[in-house]
Structure formats: structure tokens, C-alpha cells
């Protein structure tokens, strides 16, 4: 009895403190983002006629692309190598032949945010705005609940509360319920939430804040499955900071907009353009294994190729990363000044973990589905996650559809448990998920007449909880004693706000940035997420 007078009473104080702080958004306003400017304006914009400068990018994805653009408009001589057959990274886009024709098909769909600052500024100046188009509101499916599309409309906080008010599923009081969660993202603070939450997954925040089952289900989990990592375990830190950047920050920062062609057409190929306009070397299928630190001119080189430069990008993949660093310790004993330095970077790179193993499926069918959404997101019905119609999507596949009434439907497959699956496995596995999604496929007789598997594994970052002490930033290696080398790439931390893509391009350019004050000329200006969210007036 006492324990139910006590609950009580903690409700109704729960639900009377909701009821002040729902008020009290309406007093709030979400803050601009920040202008980081170079820390070192009075230097020239470029480099001295007559001074030559090298660099080595590892990897040929969104970082190593970044920092190639703005080092090349500075005058610096880029070499980037690429492992892999074409430049992209989780954007490339590789030629396949099905059904007697020849189809671009891409590592995975991808979507772009109203908060990818840096990206939109490089898309500007590549001239490829055009090949973008607004995808407005997201449908995902429950198990549980009704389906619910889900946007941002109006001024802050109006674009919060229409969407409780148009959900099918959520009341006002599903919110106020979750109160005690309204802190962490009114007072959102990027400074210092790493330190609070970085060792307790969502799902445990959650508990600890008393979210709403509904709430919780349907406005914050569904966050969870397209990052790749195990949901139970990802961080709190890293997911309050995605809610920051996807929803808190700005009213329309949960725009987003897709390509309208192929991201090789869309994005990559414009940009290799002009960086091979700007004098860049790229090489594909090239790997760099190894470095070796030249102490007595400072260089580095390439242990393949015997090239020496003046400053080194690992902006690979985390595990690409990890190997390189792996063998170059081969090349010094340990107890060296180099030596040192590496193993200070193992301490921290060699105890990332990587996301669980994901497959891409995508499928030909003689058939369309009828009045379904271009991208369906799909959080509880696991393993499938989202399914994109290509053929409502991209110019290439939309032809064919055109002439033949065929679709074009891809399958993302995150945290996939099965190990070594045969590609002709996949569809007989996840036949029984997609039957629940889109039963017309199976009730009116599709024919599936061609199908195309991307699996990868150690591909993805882990942001599990326990460790983001372990996560370096840009300018790790000089603090390591090594400062001609720095990082760029996802998996990074960050000084401010940022994730998946932009945080891939926004490192890249800060890689620029180290190079860039070493060199003396200007650095490059960053726009990025405010690190606090709109409070309370």
C-alpha cells in the first residue's frame, strides 16, 4: 500500500513537472549552429608559389574525399589510395549485370540531413545540388502499433508537439509521462554527456528516466537500428547526441533529402572530377599497408611504394586503420621513439570495437507493390530494418520499371546473425519478416527475377556502451608524437555534434585543418550542431 501511495504520488508529480516543462518549450528556442573559424586567419590563403607540399590519404571514402577537396584548392599535391575498385567508401556505387543489362548498384540506400552542414557546403561548390530531392516524412511499421509517418512542421516547439498530435499511437500524456527524460534534451549538452551516459545503453537511460513504453518505441528506439549496433547495448551518449542532431537542434533538422541518380553519378563522380581537375592522384586499388617515419627529414613513406610525404591521412575504415597501424609496429621495436607513439595509438585504436555484420539485399520483381512509401523503416522486425523501392528513387531503375510494371526493392539486413550465409540463403531466411511487412508480395505471386547481395563484415564502427574513452580525435597521433599523421573518418569523436556521414566529412576536413596550420595557410571554416540544446527561457 505504501509502495502504491508512493507511486502515485511520484506520477503525479511526474505528470504536474511534464506539464511545466511542455509548457516552458514553448518559451524555448533551439540554437543556431556554430561557426568554428580558423584559428589562424592572418596566414595565407594558399601555398607560396615555388613551395610543394604532399600528402598521403589512406582510404577513398566521404573523409579522405573532404580533406583531398580542401587541400588541393590550398596547393597541396594529394595522393589518395584506395583499396577498393572505385572511390565511395559506404557510397560507392559498383556495375553489375542482371537480367542482360547492366545496373549501378550502391553499397546501401542513404539519406542526408538538414544538419550535414559541411556536406552541403562541398555540394555547392561540386554543383550537384540537383541531383537532390526532399524525402519529407518517415513511415515506419510496428509490431505493436499502427503505422506512423512521422516529419517535423512549424516553428519549435510545434513541430515536436504535431507530431505527437498527428501520431495514430500517441497521446499528449505519452510525453508528459516521459518527463524526467525532457532534461537530457532540453538541456542537452554535449560537453558533458559523454561523462554521464557514455557507459549506459538507451534502453537503461530510458528505464532510469521512466520513458514511455509507446513513446519510447515509436519516437526514440527506431533511432537505434539504423546506426548498425546492437540496440541493447549502444550508448546513451551517442544516441541523446543523434536526437540533438536529427530533432532538437533546429525545427528542420529532421529534413532530409535523397538522390534522384545513383550516388557514383549523384556525388562521387563529380567530385573525383574535380579533384583530378585539381591536380589529385588517385589511386585505386591500392592498399597502404604500412608507413615508415623518416627521423631524419621528418617524412613519411609508404612502405609499398617507397613514396615520401610530408604529411599522412588515415582516413580508411576502423579496421583498415587498425592494420595499418598493426604493421607499421612491425617496423619499429617497441621501446623506440616510434615505437612509442604507436603503441600510444593502439591504446586507444586497437580497442574499438567494429558494429555486427549487415547485408544489403536487393531484388527484381516482374510486379509493383501498390500505395507503399519510397523508404518504409521497419524497427521491430528484425532482420529487417528498412526497405527501399529503387524504382521510385533513381532514374536508372525507374525507366525499367516504366517499361516492364517490375520494382526494384532493396533490404537492409542489420546486425545479421547468421555467419557465412550463401547469398541464394538470404531470401529464404528473411521470406517469413517480409511476408508481415508487404504480404502482397507473397498474395499476389511475385517473381522475383534477379537479386544482388552486399554483405560486409568489420565495415561499421561500434558505438557500444564503455567505449567512447577509448575513441581518439583528428589530432590524436600528435599527441602521440607523430604530427604529420592525423585521422579522419566516422568512427572518430568530435568536439561538437556529428554522426555517420557528416561526421566523416567533417573530420575530413579538420585532417585538413592540422595539415593546413602546420603549413601556415588559412584554415577552413566548419559549420556544425550547436552543442546545446534550446533549454528553457
Same mark, same amino acid.
Given at each position: ?14 505528470? /504536474? ?18 561557426? /568554428? ?58 556495375? /553489375? ?25 562541398? #555540394? ?131 529534413? #532530409? ?24 592522384? /588517385? ?187 577509448? #575513441? ?6 600528435? #599527441? ?58
Amino acid at each position: 500500500m505504501e509502495g502504491h501511495l508512493h507511486s502515485t504520488v511520484a506520477t503525479s508529480i511526474s505528470i /504536474i513537472y511534464g506539464c511545466l516543462l511542455f509548457v516552458g518549450c514553448c518559451i524555448a528556442f533551439p540554437k543556431p549552429p556554430v561557426d /568554428i573559424p580558423p584559428v589562424n586567419p592572418s596566414d595565407a590563403p594558399k601555398l607560396p608559389a615555388g613551395v610543394s607540399r604532399t600528402v598521403l590519404i589512406a582510404g577513398g571514402g566521404l573523409a579522405s574525399l573532404s580533406a583531398a577537396l580542401e587541400l588541393s584548392e590550398r596547393g597541396f599535391n594529394v595522393t589518395i589510395c584506395e583499396k577498393d575498385l572505385v572511390l565511395g567508401g559506404r557510397l560507392h556505387t559498383k556495375n /553489375i549485370e542482371r537480367l542482360n543489362q547492366t545496373w549501378p548498384v550502391e553499397h546501401a540506400f542513404h539519406a542526408w540531413f538538414y544538419n550535414y552542414h559541411q556536406f552541403k557546403d562541398i #555540394r555547392k561548390r561540386l554543383g550537384i545540388d540537383g541531383n537532390f530531392r526532399e524525402w519529407k516524412a518517415v513511415d515506419y511499421v510496428f509490431r505493436n502499433y499502427l503505422p506512423e509517418e512521422i516529419y517535423s512542421e512549424g516553428p519549435f516547439p510545434l513541430n515536436l508537439l504535431g507530431i505527437i498530435f498527428r501520431s495514430p499511437n500517441l497521446k499528449m500524456t505519452n510525453a508528459i509521462e516521459s518527463s524526467l527524460s525532457l532534461p537530457d534534451l532540453l538541456y542537452y549538452n554535449y560537453d558533458t554527456i559523454f561523462e554521464k551516459y557514455a557507459n549506459i545503453s538507451l534502453d537503461d537511460w530510458a528505464k532510469e528516466k521512466h520513458v514511455d513504453e509507446a513513446f519510447y518505441s515509436i519516437i526514440m528506439r527506431p533511432a537505434l537500428s539504423v546506426t548498425l549496433n546492437e540496440r541493447h547495448t549502444i550508448s546513451a551518449a551517442e544516441m541523446l547526441t543523434y536526437m540533438q542532431m536529427y530533432f532538437l537542434s533546429e525545427p528542420q533538422a529532421d529534413g #532530409r533529402e535523397v538522390t534522384t541518380k545513383n550516388y557514383q553519378d549523384a556525388v562521387i563522380g563529380p567530385w573525383k572530377k574535380v579533384l583530378q581537375e585539381n591536380g589529385v592522384r /588517385i589511386e585505386t586499388n591500392s592498399t597502404v599497408k604500412s608507413l615508415y617515419f623518416n627521423s631524419s627529414n621528418g617524412k613519411v613513406i609508404s612502405t609499398e611504394t617507397k613514396e615520401m610525404f610530408d604529411h599522412v591521412i588515415l582516413a580508411t575504415n576502423l579496421v583498415g586503420l587498425q592494420r595499418i597501424i598493426n604493421t607499421t609496429q612491425k617496423n619499429y621495436s617497441p621501446d623506440s621513439k616510434i615505437g612509442v607513439s604507436l603503441q600510444c595509438l593502439q591504446s586507444k585504436v586497437g580497442k574499438l570495437p567494429l558494429a555486427p555484420r549487415y547485408k544489403i539485399f536487393r531484388a527484381w520483381f516482374d510486379k509493383q507493390p501498390h500505395n507503399r512509401p519510397d523508404i518504409l523503416e521497419t524497427p521491430d522486425y528484425t532482420p529487417v530494418n528498412l526497405i527501399a523501392q529503387y524504382h521510385l528513387l533513381e532514374e536508372h531503375f525507374a525507366m525499367w520499371a516504366n517499361k516492364t510494371n517490375g520494382s526494384v526493392l532493396e533490404f537492409h539486413l542489420y546486425t545479421w546473425k547468421e555467419k557465412d550465409t550463401p547469398d541464394d540463403k538470404v531470401w529464404e531466411i528473411i521470406q517469413p519478416t517480409v511476408k508481415m511487412i508487404y504480404p502482397e508480395i507473397f498474395s499476389e505471386n511475385f517473381t522475383m527475377l534477379a537479386y544482388h547481395v552486399n554483405s560486409f563484415e568489420d565495415n561499421f564502427p561500434s558505438f557500444k556502451i564503455n567505449t567512447e574513452q577509448f #575513441r581518439p580525435n583528428v589530432t590524436f597521433p600528435n #599527441r602521440c608524437g607523430i604530427p604529420n599523421l592525423s585521422f579522419a573518418g566516422d568512427w572518430l569523436h568530435t568536439s561538437y555534434p556529428s554522426s555517420l556521414m557528416e561526421r566523416s566529412v567533417s573530420t575530413g576536413r579538420q585532417a585538413a585543418n592540422h595539415i593546413l596550420l602546420m603549413e601556415h595557410v588559412r584554415q577552413v571554416p566548419l559549420l556544425v550542431t550547436n552543442s546545446h540544446g534550446p533549454g528553457l527561457l
